[in-house]
């Protein structure tokens, strides 16, 4: 499903950024995809997926 129409941006392409380039802020996000550059109106359904797949990853606990 495209999220952003005007760049193209799936859905997929937000959960791998999420899951292979550790992203983890809207701002790291559109440093990597150009998620809201022109009209905006996808910020908010990249935000929303964005968080469900970081509440998807394992919980790391610090260990030293």
């Known amino acids: 499903m495209y999220v952003c129409l005007c760049n193209a941006v799936s859905d997929k392409t937000i959960r791998n950024a ?23 109106k996808c910020i908010r359904q990249a935000r ?5 797949e970081i509440a998807l990853l394992p919980q790391i606990n610090n260990v030293a």
């Open 18 to 40: 999420v899951h292979q380039q550790h992203v983890r802020s809207i701002r790291e996000l559109r440093n990597l995809i150009p998620v809201g550059n022109d009209c905006g």
């Open 48 to 52: 929303e997926i964005m968080d469900k």
